[in-house]
């Protein structure tokens, strides 16, 4: 059995005029341990398919249309309010992209740690206070510092604070949507090295979300690359670093500034994502698809595997004729 595995999920967003398809029949798995990337550009559902999972999602406007999250084989779409709380922090836990959302500005960053441990666990206050100064400890920030507020802390380490605060119950699953984002490149690495070193010891499955493939390459097992609302390429990190075959996956490869390529600027992928109020007919990458023919503007796209454990949805890939 699979840690998590998400069935045919939809989600859409309604609002007054539109109906916003966020996440359209999204299938998905973690195994236990293992750290799953998922790409995307900007709207692609990336978050909304996070909050899903946590059953975040704020209805109205969001709405999930359809399908299963087996988190061990349960259901979180049917479990009661009271488990759903039980699961978030102790089974599952999720890192924000800006730490500051998920840290209260006036408690001392110690007891905020506390708080959390002593809300999954059933310690003392005093014990609950050991084990928060332990997670500082092992994010790289000095016990002393407990007494701090977040204020007094540089971007880098509220970002370990979270990660602390997020790692403080064990949980199975990480969630971790864009954490390094906020934080400037050489810091970024040191937390990525960090997160990558946490999951080894306390084996956390860990769903990583990321517009950025590298930090792909370091720190995922798998990775999915998500557009309008759907997978498109599913593999191996191996398999889809040396063999990406749907275009939009390419696409995203040839924007990545290379230093051994004489490229002196990034070369983004021309054009839009498609409204998701009005997606298009057949394939959604059509328009701004090189290769897209009147069969690509009719059909939908299957996701098909083409060699073991390596999935694509464009079916000229799967000819082989791109
Ligand atoms: N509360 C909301 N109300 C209406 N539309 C929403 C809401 N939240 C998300 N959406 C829409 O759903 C789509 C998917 O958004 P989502 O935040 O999941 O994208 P994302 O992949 O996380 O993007 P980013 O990389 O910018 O974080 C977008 O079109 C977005 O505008
Ligand atoms: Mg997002």
Aim: glycine content about 8%; some cysteine.
């Amino acid at each position: 059995m699979s840690l998590l595995e998400i069935k045919h999920l939809s989600v859409q967003f309604e609002t007054r005029d539109s109906v916003i398809k966020a996440v359209n029949d999204l299938d998905l798995t973690i195994e236990a341990g293992q750290t799953l990337g998922l790409v995307g550009e900007t709207g692609a559902g990336k978050t909304t398919t996070a909050l899903s999972i946590l059953r975040l999602i704020q209805e109205p406007p969001g709405r999930i249309k359809g399908g299963e999250i087996l988190f061990e084989g349960k259901d979180l779409l049917k479990v009661s309010n009271e488990e759903m709380r039980a699961i978030r922090g102790n089974e599952i836990s999720m890192i924000f992209q800006d730490p500051m959302t998920a840290l209260n500005p006036i408690i001392r960053v110690g007891e905020q740690i506390a708080e959390v441990i002593r809300l999954h666990e059933n310690c003392s206050k005093g014990e609950a206070m050991e084990k928060a100064l332990y997670m500082l400890e092992t994010v790289g920030i000095r016990p002393e510092r407990s007494m701090d507020y977040p204020h007094q802390f540089s971007g880098g380490m509220k970002q370990r604070v979270v990660i602390a605060i997020a790692l403080a119950c064990s949980p199975k699953l990480l969630i971790a949507d864009e954490p390094t984002t906020a934080l400037d490149v050489t810091i970024q690495a040191q937390v990525l090295e960090m997160m990558n070193k946490l999951k080894q010891q306390f084996n956390t499955a860990m769903l990583m979300i990321t517009h950025d493939l590298g930090i792909v390459a370091e720190t995922c097992d798998h990775v999915a690359i998500m557009y309008a609302g759907e997978l498109v390429e599913y593999g191996t990190i191996e398999r889809i670093f040396h063999n990406p075959r749907h275009p939009y996956t390419n696409g995203l490869f040839g924007a990545i500034p290379s230093l051994d390529k004489d490229v002196d600027r990034l070369r983004p992928i021309p054009g839009l994502m498609p409204d998701p109020a009005a997606l298009p007919k057949g394939c959604k990458f059509q328009e701004r698809c090189e290769y897209a023919c009147d069969k690509c503007r009719e059909n939908a796209q299957m996701f098909t595997e083409i060699e073991p454990g390596h999935f694509v949805r464009c079916e000229r890939a799967v000819r082989g004729e791109i």
